[in-house]
């Protein structure tokens, strides 16, 4: 576990990449010293790694002093240092967002994690959502599938959620981000939200490509947002481990139990009907399936170290929540925190000639007590747009 989370943390700190427009050498151009061979000297192979940082746009939080999202920030409420020098910003201004949904229906193992429940969730953000706002619709289990391409159409949106989703065996989360870094190359840099309804649960067969796709993730510029089962997953799973424990109903749908005709080899006419209703204790003695629920749960604690480190590097949030019905009025919450960000843009004080992906560090801190304000943490000179 720990050689886990050493990677997790090494890609965290290494990979933090921000999208900014930028100058290069213009192709085409013979270089003026270029050696007697044609070929360019090494100094000229130096520079053409060089670039100008013109602009630099990074969203932010603001909230007040009791934890409130504040609606009132202007330039002079703002300190802005790139790598400890302060900077002085051009711009502060709120932008129609660009929100893509990323759900997991994928796991065979974990009953917490539903279909119904993640529509709900899907349903409540979306609506929620400003009315100017770009919404995307993807899901992930075995395959990874765009299910809504980028619309305002709120009724459209729910449509495709309410007959889209789809469940499977596996949760290919690594493929997922790297589709979502793809879906988002049409939106505009800095106004990019993610937002993730997952475990945090991998397929293993898909997680070697988990580092790449976070690297890319990051440098989209995208802000991530996680509504995790993380918490409501524990609870199911420790219930599942108990050798006794107390029966559930059965997973047939109510309506078409409902619509049964009497059995006359029960010992009353509603025998299958009775079967369906919770009641009695279950054995479990089967030692494989422990086994698989023991590193389904180890991999949830893995995930939600990732989750949560990828939502704060990008100045996003994380709820973990402990029943459905919190996960689903968490979607208004992540609408309601999207909405109300603001764009902040400043030219480096700094702008000279830097080597293409060179870390520079951002702090954006409060001039005003009272006011605390959640943003990314650095960017990479010359990250993907």
Known sequence: MSQRVASYALVLA???????????????????????????????????????????????????????????????????????????????????????????????????KNIRATREIARNLVSSLAPQDQISVMQFNSNVELLQDWTSDKGQVTHVLDTGLLSGKRAALSPALDAAVNQFRTQPVGCRHLVLVTDGVETPGTKPRRAEAIERLLASNATVHVISYTKVSRESTNQALRIARNRDKSTTPDDAINSLPGDDHGPDPFYLRRLHKPGGKTLDLDLGRRRQIKLYQEAMIEGEFMLTSLSKETGGSIWLSESLDQMIADGSEVARLIDAGYLITYRPSTARASTKNEIRHVEIVSRRVGLNIVSRRSYVVGAEQ
């Not at 007697?36 to 602009?55: A, W």
């Open 14 to 112: 290494f990979g933090i990449m921000f999208g900014i427009t930028s100058f290069g050498q213009q192709p085409g151009v013979t270089p003026p010293n270029s050696s007697p061979t044609g070929k360019p000297s090494r100094q000229d192979q130096q520079e053409s790694i060089k670039i100008n940082v013109e602009e630099v746009q990074i969203r932010i939080a603001a909230y007040d002093a009791y934890g409130r999202l504040d609606p009132t920030i202007e330039l002079n409420d703002l300190l802005i240092l790139e790598n400890g020098v302060r900077q002085e910003a051009r711009s502060v201004r709120r932008v129609t967002a660009s929100v893509l949904l990323l759900l997991d229906t994928g796991g065979e193992i974990n009953s917490a």
